[in-house]
């Protein structure tokens, strides 16, 4: 797990962000690497939370796990990119650990999902060591609450800690923390929690394949998604247009 990352080859820049377009050199090694995701939705609240946006251009590793992104890479650029969704870089990343009898924590959800988790992870990853802790659920955290999630994961030292507590939430609070944390990759994946723990289905991999991923969640729920789907999607249509004809956002 010695391997550095290589920050230079494979990126697309894309609105002023360094996008990854592979997870081949994601490696772990003793350099602290963040890791986060970027999509159209993301994108459009990143024009206006200043922190949010800081946080997603200090990534090591910011990943196109969006449709959208992969269009914009082709229309602005003419680089083809594939989608590489959150649940693709834990896979990744369990996999290595798995390899060299790594550790993880799990940090984020209720503490029935991460029990499931555990269970889960025993059978598909019997190397490696995992660790969890549940935050409380409040829409900010207070100092008290951050020193003690960092103090849960120091604890344990974990090659890779996995935070999962929704964006921008979470990619914030990893920005705003991550010089405490002693984990050498620090990766925000959100869902990936409830998609493998099983609370939540992903949908068939022929959606996946089409670029259609998000029609089967914005069916099954449709208030939630709303924004993301119905607002911000538009947004970003006109964003790409905007950097097409004038060069510059129109967000």
């Known amino acids: 797990m010695d391997k550095a990352i290589d920050k230079g080859k494979h990126q697309v820049e894309i609105f002023g962000f360094n996008v990854n377009a592979t997870i081949e050199n994601l490696s772990i090694n003793d350099q602290k690497q963040i890791v ?24 090591d590793y910011l990943l196109p796990d969006g449709v959208g992104i992969v269009l914009a890479s082709k229309f602005l650029k003419g680089k083809s990119i594939k989608k590489i969704a959150g649940y693709d ?58 020193a003690k999630m960092c103090a849960m994961v120091n604890q344990h030292k974990p090659d890779v800690l996995f935070v999962g507590m929704t964006a921008p939430k979470q990619e914030k609070w990893v920005y705003s923390f991550k010089q405490n944390l002693d984990a050498k990759v620090i990766c925000s ?63």
């Open 189 to 251: 994946i959100g869902a990936v929690f409830d998609f493998y723990a099983g609370n939540v289905k992903r949908p068939n991999k022929i959606w996946i394949k089409m670029g259609l991923e998000w029609l089967p969640r914005f069916l099954k729920e449709p208030r939630r998604l709303a924004e993301r789907n119905l607002v911000s999607t538009p947004k970003f249509i006109f964003e790409m247009l905007s950097y097409k004809l004038f060069n510059k956002s129109c967000l």
């Open 36 to 59: 986060n995701t970027i999509n159209p939705h993301s994108y459009c609240i990143s024009r206006k939370d200043e922190l949010f946006n800081e946080a997603l251009h200090h990534s």
């Open 89 to 146: 870089v834990f896979l990744h990343l369990m996999q290595i650990l798995n390899e060299n009898n790594g550790s993880c924590f799990f940090l984020g959800a209720s503490e029935k999902t991460l029990e499931m988790i555990k269970a889960k992870a025993s059978k598909e990853y019997p190397n490696i060591t995992l660790n969890t802790y549940s935050p409380p659920y409040k829409p900010s955290f207070t100092q008290e609450d951050s």
